[in-house]
């Protein structure tokens, strides 16, 4: 039974989502400035970098379902997820305020990057899993869950909207002040403050409601029975469509948000006023999708949303880079090129995310078609294994950047204008290439989710019979 039967209160949805904050802050760092910071004011050359936080990613998501077993067998007073919110916030905090202020003096090595970006994304699990696996347990609605989504997303996108305006107005302002070590380091620090706030203000502010002891307790846990218990999750027929489009889907983000700054800097040639404007053209997106998903679920469904998302996201987020390489782009740099590259890039954006809240508010369905079909929940495995899917493919994603990177030549300590065309164009065709591929695939699988509203309406309805104990409840729904 959901904590939750009917509309969820307001206070709710904003201290829910406000958890999300401190995953955006880590979003915002690895993807948008992590690979510039060690590559171009660190020196570590762009392939390895790339390739250290790709094992990361890699080595972490082979965690993350162990983390959710683990969360979905606690039992205590305070329930299955909050002892682990409680617990990891400090932690994370002071691990990301050490990635932005490498202990060793110099060019770091392969190895340190690796070891501090593992620590860090295991503590971010650690908070974002149990926290994303309260969903299904707060509501049973639909649409609900989507709003929940909703506000998980809104949420997310501000704290690191926060730390990209932020780092462009104060700590490292300015084509020079983002070439430069120094502000980096407060950028660290107070992002580590956000993510404690963050995560420890969203646990307390659910805390009236979900510390409770657990209907059931679950049995011990064990490492064959985790790896047992996340190999029949993984088998559930749903969540095998959805791993197809959502890897796909997540590749193409990971490889967005970790060129986002080499386009902006080298091809578009934004000053520091066109990048303090970035964030916020972002952000107004993100204010657009809020309004946007909810209505398009209702209407179309979360499949059909997705796919619709996913074929326009890429190719309004390609038609900028198209006329730029075809010579019918307005010179880079000047006011017409700024205001039309956000102008596609406001839409590209929010049909981009989109994509995101349609496929994670699936995963809330299939927890239930589990359920129905093993009699146990495992919101935590299946949100676990959604982040297993995530950082694999965000992880590749970032790979695949560091190596366009490096083949189209782009030399170490550029300054923008001084990079030629011809390393440009190599970069972007690379980039437009991968992208079309990742979206049609993204597309055609998060197309094929065979969950529909009314077949979980009516999955829920047979499971609260159950619970309640009436004999004749009903049927398997497909």
């Known amino acids: ?47 390895m970098v790339s390739l250290a936080l790709g094992a990361a990613l890699l080595f972490d998501a082979v965690i993350d379902p162990v983390l959710g077993n683990l969360s979905d067998r606690t039992y205590t007073r305070w329930g299955r997820r909050l002892p682990w919110l409680y617990t990891a916030a400090l932690p994370l905090a ?60 809104l949420s997310g996108w501000i704290g690191g909207i926060i730390m990209m305006l932020l780092a462009y107005t104060v700590f490292m302002p300015g084509q020079d002040g983002m070439l430069q070590a120094g502000g980096y380091s407060m950028f660290g620090l107070f992002g580590a ?11 307390l502010g659910q805390h009236y409601l979900v510390a409770k002891l657990p209907e059931k307790r679950p049995e011990p846990f064990s490492i064959k029975g985790s790896f047992d218990e996340i190999r029949d999750a993984f088998s559930e027929r749903a969540f095998l469509i959805f791993v197809a489009g959502g890897l796909a889907a997540y590749v193409s983000q990971g490889m967005t948000f970790s060129i986002t700054n080499y386009v902006n800097l080298f091809v578009w040639q934004f000053d520091r006023v066109e990048l303090i ?20 679920h209702r209407d179309w469904g979360k499949p059909k949303s997705a796919v619709i998302g ?43 995310i989109v994509v995101m809240i349609s496929g994670s508010s699936m995963i809330a369905e299939i927890v239930e078609a589990y359920e129905e079909r093993t009699g146990r929940r495992a919101e935590g495995s299946f949100y676990a294994g959604n982040w297993f899917v995530q950082k694999c493919a965000t992880g590749v994603g970032i790979l695949l950047t560091g190596q366009i990177i490096s083949a189209a030549q782009m030399p170490e300590n550029a300054r923008p204008g001084s990079v030629s065309f ?31 509203r009314a077949q979980h309406e009516a999955r829920i309805a047979a499971l609260d019979a159950v619970a309640r104990g009436d004999i004749d409840a009903g049927t398997s729904v497909p």
């Open 1 to 47: 039974m959901a904590f939750v039967d009917g509309p969820l209160p307001q206070r709710l949805k904003f201290i829910h989502g406000f958890g999300a904050v401190a995953f955006g802050v880590k979003d915002s760092g690895f993807s948008f400035f992590l690979l510039i910071f060690y590559n171009q004011v660190l020196g570590m050359d762009a392939g």
């Open 94 to 153: 002071l691990a990301w305020a050490v990635l932005w202020n490498p202990v060793i003096d110099g060019t770091p090595s392969f190895w340190e990057l690796l070891g501090i970006a593992v620590v860090v994304r295991v503590l971010l699990s650690a908070c974002e899993v149990p926290s994303v696996s309260l969903v299904p347990e707060i509501t049973a609605d639909y649409d609900e869950r989507t709003t929940l989504f909703r506000y998980r997303y």
């Open 193 to 203: 403050g956000l993510m404690f706030v963050s995560v420890v203000g969203s646990a």
């Open 277 to 296: 404007i970035y964030p916020i053209v972002l952000f107004v997106s993100v204010v657009m999708m809020f309004f946007v998903v909810g209505p398009m």
């Open 310 to 352: 996913s074929i326009t996201s890429m190719v309004l987020g390609l038609t900028p880079y198209t006329l730029f390489l075809l010579g019918f782009w307005p010179e880079p740099g000047t006011a017409m090129s700024t205001t039309l590259v956000f102008a596609f890039l406001v839409f590209a954006n929010l049909f981009g």
């Open 422 to 452: 011809e390393v440009l164009s190599e970069m972007l065709l690379l980039y437009g290439g991968a992208m079309v591929v990742l979206a049609f695939v993204a597309a055609y699988w998060l197309g094929r989710f065979p969950i529909d």
